[in-house]
């Protein structure tokens, strides 16, 4: 089976040395697994914990681990379990997802087989957290892991891996090891080559596509069977990464974001694909409802002309505005959107790359627990006090009540600061060959590589 992935080189690497791409992530989910994983439609099966009991209220988790072994052939212990993971949140890490395990107390090693994670604070969503890639247990040296493959030959931008058989999970004692077919050739490639393979025939899944590469789906001219969205959960929407000048008054800041047609991006990409004004898509966790932004109720909120234009009255020079978007046709599409809105009311927009200075930048990404701790924090960069205050109240509540209500107290402050504004969910696409028919759609938008055969489940 031949899995383009877009992004980089294909290469396990190392999740405390910070951000990783689709290709990492694959990779280390394939070859090092964590304590679970995710299944084919995103639930939480077994990793290198066979199973887990949650005690003392929430404040506890304690893990077994399987007979696992490393890719060199040696047991995994759960001494070396604790030693990784103590890694991949202390000082020093750059783990992405480091800023919301900060409710872990302690990890040990309870026996040669079991591990317990202390919390100082109930988290009901721990697991979805420890089965992200992010927090694989990689071992450094020699590089490896666990997981359901092992990479037998990297070459530039291709990894061969090769399932491993593993007869406790098998139901049939007479089971024959995993057949040729099984083995991925995983590519890390741009999108453009990748589309290009798969209407060639020369590889059975794209993975990883986003909004920025999707109109390439349109010019490739693919079977619409082939074509399969997520029903991805996340952030689709700009920050206002700079509170100075123009954008230091939420007055101006909700101009901006009344400017933006957002029904006309999303018709100009996916058809289902919805627009939306609020940061959470749901209530989750939080006491109240989405909080919706005045603006968004009342389309006449602010004369966004004459705002701007009071604006330069009392600052003279020219008003830009600028926009840090990723490359790819559907990052032009939506500045063409986000620019023209601009330009409407009297500000010159000026595209800039998405890591660079900026004073709007847009916030892609899928969410990877269900808590709306995530989405304020990922949302808030930065935020108003009141909001930022709310959100650091609703991280250290001892209480999983008081977390609800200090989530519901920062997200309307979000939506009354206008510190983010909402456009989508992120839109997320793959390319699938029908003989793949274990691929499901799910919020998390993943799809294992040990999941997508229905043969090999």
Sequence with gaps: ?????????????????????????????????????????????????????????????????????????????????????????????????????????????????????RLSRPRPDLLKLFAQPELAIFRVRPPGG????????????????????????????????????????????????????????????????????????????????????????????????????????????????????????????????????????????????????GWAGDATAIDGAAQVTAWKSANPGPLTLRIALPAGPGATILYGHVGAALLRIGITPVRVPIGADADLRLVDAVAPYDSARWYLGTACQPCGTAAQTAIEAARDAPTLSERSRHLAEADAAMAADVAFIPVARPLRWSLVSLRLKAWTGNSRAWHPLNRLRADTN
């Design 1 to 117: 089976m031949i899995v383009s992935a877009i992004g980089g080189s294909a290469h396990a690497a190392d999740p405390s040395a910070g951000r990783l791409d689709t290709p990492d992530r694959l990779m280390l989910d394939a070859t090092a697994q964590g304590l679970v994983r995710f299944d084919a439609s995103g639930q939480i099966e077994p990793g290198v914990a066979e199973r887990w009991t949650v005690i003392d209220g929430g404040m506890s988790y304690i893990f077994r681990l399987r007979d696992a072994e490393w890719s060199d052939g040696k047991p995994v212990t759960a001494g070396e379990v604790v030693t990784i993971l103590r890694r991949q949140l202390g000082r020093g890490s750059r783990n992405d997802l480091k800023p919301f395990l900060s409710a872990i107390e302690e990890i040990v090693e309870m026996t040669p087989e079991v591990i317990e994670v």
């Design 146 to 293: 666990s997981g359901p493959f092992r990479n037998v030959s990297t070459h530039d931008r291709f990894a061969t891996l090769r399932p491993v058989f593993d007869p406790t999970k098998s139901d049939d004692e007479d089971a024959a090891e995993p057949p040729p077919e099984a083995t991925v050739l995983l590519i890390g490639e741009r999108a453009s080559k990748a589309v290009l393979r798969f209407k060639d025939r020369k590889s059975h899944l794209v993975t990883g596509g986003t909004f920025a590469d999707w109109p390439l789906v349109a010019l490739a001219d693919l079977a619409p069977a082939n074509v399969r969205l997520d029903p991805a959960a996340g952030l689709f929407g700009f920050a206002v990464a700079d509170r100075t000048g123009f954008l230091a008054d939420a007055a101006n800041r909700t101009a901006v974001a009344q400017a933006i047609d957002r029904d006309a991006i999303v018709a100009a990409f996916a058809p289902g694909w919805a627009a939306t004004t609020t940061i959470l898509p749901e209530q989750l966790d939080s006491t109240a409802a989405p909080a919706t932004p």
